[in-house]
């Protein structure tokens, strides 16, 4: 198993490939607005490291948020147009469960992730949501950014990868609109 992991939904940049008992990394931590810049040459140096190539790689995953909605846009356009020129399954990651998995929140905790104006996205027992960053779910939460959640990202795209749980198709978490969008209003 040798899986490419990108999550660009956070301030941080994290690439990865996730094999079944290594991991070969390349963090940005703090490259906020730079993602699109800064992701090819990431993965190439994680490839260089895992002494790997696409055509070795058994799957693509990738956070699929909440988070950014440019950092999500970018991560999974990216791993699109790989997995065009070189096919392989996908494995979308939310953040909000790996969150829980690092924090080891347990079937009833929680996480959190800035959504920034005041909010966080949260994970809920029916869906994820928006709350208010003096809302007493937020208080135990799990939460971080890419790199403090990234053990937990790891749990869920091996546990994934091994249960055939492989998706069709890559599709964005967003939980609220865009800051265009409310702008439009």
């Known amino acids: 198993m040798k899986i490419l992991f990108v999550?660009?939904?956070?301030?941080?940049?994290?690439c990865a490939v996730v094999c079944d008992n290594e991991i070969f990394v390349a963090n940005t931590p703090g490259a906020g607005t730079h993602h699109s810049e800064l992701l090819c040459n990431a993965v190439q140096d994680v490839l260089v490291k895992a002494n790997t190539t696409f055509?070795?790689?058994?799957?693509?995953?990738?956070?699929?948020?909440?988070?950014s909605f440019t950092?999500?846009?970018i991560g999974i356009s990216t791993v699109k147009g790989y997995c065009t020129?070189?096919?392989?399954?996908?494995?979308?990651?939310?953040?909000?469960q790996a969150i829980c998995i690092s924090a080891r929140c347990g079937a009833k905790g929680s996480a959190v992730i800035d959504a920034g104006n005041g909010?966080?996205?949260?994970?809920?027992?029916?869906?994820?949501?928006?709350?208010?960053?003096?809302?007493?779910?937020?208080?135990?939460?799990?939460?971080?950014s890419a790199t403090d959640y990234f053990?937990?990202?790891?749990?869920?795209?091996?546990?994934?990868?091994?249960?055939?749980?492989?998706?069709?198709?890559?599709?964005?978490?967003?939980?609220?609109?865009?800051?265009?969008?409310?702008?439009?209003?």
């Open 7 to 14: 999550d660009t939904t956070t301030a941080d940049l994290v």
């Open 55 to 67: 055509d070795e790689l058994s799957a693509y995953a990738c956070a699929i948020g909440p988070g």
């Open 71 to 73: 950092g999500i846009r």
């Open 85 to 96: 020129a070189v096919p392989k399954p996908y494995i979308a990651v939310n953040c909000l």
């Open 119 to 144: 909010y966080y996205y949260a994970d809920s027992a029916q869906s994820p949501c928006l709350i208010a960053y003096d809302d007493v779910r937020a208080q135990s939460a799990g939460r971080g």
């Open 151 to 185: 053990d937990g990202a790891v749990q869920l795209i091996r546990s994934r990868y091994r249960n055939g749980q492989l998706d069709g198709e890559l599709v964005p978490l967003y939980i609220r609109r865009s800051q265009a969008e409310e702008n439009r209003k």
